[in-house]
């Protein structure tokens, strides 16, 4: 079980908007900042959203992040089929001194 | 740009041990701030830190794994290496080396291209 809870799955058709939701503790998402990665199967994990909402080189707008409180959230906007992809929120523990990570959300674009 | 490397059997028999190492492409493994450890992700299932060793020597680890597990570094070799003991099939997985830093606050992961090791008989 995740130290960190994301839905297993959402789903949305071309055009639309999705988002993600990351809840977490004090520890973790309380005290630090929120990464959002992307990976498609066979692949590491690519970085999509650093410091709760800032973008990566390279990475289109459409991705938007937040943070409050114990939470975060994903935001993908004028969805794509090339969307199509497992998300996982990660942050940093102080009570473990490592990263955790949620059980990560995969996005079906219908 | 660094490049992390995992490298070691890709099948181990249950209640043995699984070893893996990594290579490191840059001269990083003693610079402040750096950690070195492991993350897996078992087929189909989501990611799962191991453990840590920090650059001044201090190791961190998953506390479901604890007993079971050693990470360490040789810094003049440029690997940083996984101990995994007794394994059963519940271990089989893709195994990722990275590099970890937290500053201020922010997390910075670089990845691995990951190996697979399955553990079955």
């Known amino acids: 079980q995740s130290i960190l809870t994301q839905p297993p799955s959402v789903s949305g058709t071309p055009g639309q908007r999705v988002t993600i939701s990351c809840s977490g503790g004090?520890?973790?998402?309380?005290?630090?900042?929120v990464n959002w990665y992307r990976q498609v199967p066979g692949t590491a994990p690519q970085l999509l959203i650093s410091n709760n909402n800032q973008w990566p080189s390279g990475v289109p707008h459409r991705f938007s992040g937040s943070k409050s409180g114990t939470s975060a959230s994903l935001a993908i906007s004028d969805l794509q089929s090339e969307d199509e992809a497992d998300y996982y929120c990660?942050?940093?523990?102080?009570?473990?001194?490592?990263?955790?990570f949620g059980g990560g959300t995969k996005l079906t674009v219908l | 740009q660094l490049l992390l490397q995992e490298s070691g059997p890709g099948l181990v028999k249950p209640s043995e041990t699984l070893s893996l190492r990594c290579s490191v492409s840059?001269?990083?493994?003693?610079?402040?701030?750096?950690?070195w450890g492991w993350i897996r992700q078992p087929p189909g299932k989501g990611l799962e830190w191991l453990g840590n060793f920090y650059y001044s020597g201090r190791t961190y680890y998953n506390p479901s794994l604890k007993n079971r597990l050693t990470i360490s570094v040789d810094s003049s070799k440029k690997e940083v290496s996984l101990e995994l003991r007794s394994v059963t099939a519940a271990d089989t997985s893709v195994y990722y080396c990275?590099?970890?830093?937290?500053?201020?606050?922010?997390?910075?992961?670089?990845w691995g291209q990951g190996m697979l090791v399955t553990v079955s008989s």
């Open positions: 990275v590099r970890l830093s937290r500053d201020y606050s922010i997390l910075s992961l670089t």
């Open positions: 990660a942050t940093w523990d102080d009570s473990l001194t490592g990263p955790v």
């Open positions: 004090r520890s973790n998402i309380g005290d630090n900042a």
């Open positions: 840059d001269d990083s493994m003693t610079t402040s701030g750096y950690y």
